[in-house]
């Protein structure tokens, strides 16, 4: 069955050091996206890519980077660790909205990243 | 600016009670109207998509409804095993294909 995989699944580091947050699917879609999630703020968009070497940003970008060299992957690195970036992240996946009617994000399990 | 807004933010219901949790919505020509379910410690499991107003969709117990303004998820004679923390997203017709979230329903059944 296809799937989205996160890992680590935890992850305790210190202020300044660099994170990567690993994100694998096997549905083969075009598109992915990295939310982060925060009591009293829902999911909030971080970067999103529509395809091999596109990436974006979404609305809080500041201190995250992403790179995407294949379908599957789109890893998210915090390049300089806050404790304000403490939180769950959330990599998910999508198809093309061309592809038809259905364009559903399916969702990782999930990084509950702590900043200290 | 897209914005969701939903309603209450946690619900305790007795099994069998039925309800209706709330999902408003401001949004630049709406693409489509999502509803997600979500565990503790797990990410959002896809429920229901909706794209016109007038539009129903149903999965056992959930029946998940949509007007210009607002949708709807009614749950019918609810289990225990139907708490969860109900999420409702947006997507715009025009621009990227980003969801904009609200902060979700906690729902509890009580046995």
């Known amino acids: 069955d296809a799937e989205i995989t996160q890992s680590p699944r935890h992850k305790i580091t210190e202020t300044g050091r660099q994170v990567t947050l690993a994100c694998h699917q096997t549905w083969n879609h075009n598109n992915m996206f990295w939310y982060r999630q925060d009591l009293g703020h829902g999911l909030r968009l971080i970067h999103y890519?529509?395809?091999?070497?596109?990436?974006n940003k979404g609305e809080v970008s500041d201190g995250y980077s992403v790179s995407r060299s294949n379908t599957e992957d789109l890893p998210l690195t915090l390049e300089s660790a806050a404790s304000s970036q403490t939180s769950v992240y959330f990599c998910?996946?999508?198809?093309?909205?061309?592809?038809?009617?259905?364009?559903?994000?399916?969702f990782g399990p999930g990084t509950r990243l702590t900043v200290l | 600016e897209d914005q969701v807004t939903q309603s209450p933010e946690a619900l305790r219901l007795q099994e069998g009670e039925s309800s209706s949790l709330n999902c408003s919505y401001t949004v630049s020509g709406l693409r489509g109207l999502f509803w997600y379910r979500q565990d503790p410690g797990k990410g959002p499991e896809f429920l229901f998509t909706?794209?016109?107003a007038g539009e129903e969709k149903e999965k056992e117990r959930l029946k998940a409804t949509l007007t210009k303004k607002e949708s709807f998820l009614h749950i019918t004679a609810p289990k225990p095993e139907d708490s969860a923390t109900y999420l409702c997203a947006v997507q715009a017709y025009f621009g990227n294909e980003k969801l904009t979230f609200g902060t979700g329903t906690r729902l509890t059944i009580i046995p």
């Open positions: 998910a996946s999508s198809a093309p909205r061309l592809a038809g009617a259905y364009n559903e994000q399916f």
């Open positions: 909706l794209y016109s």
């Open positions: 890519s529509y395809g091999v070497q596109d990436t």
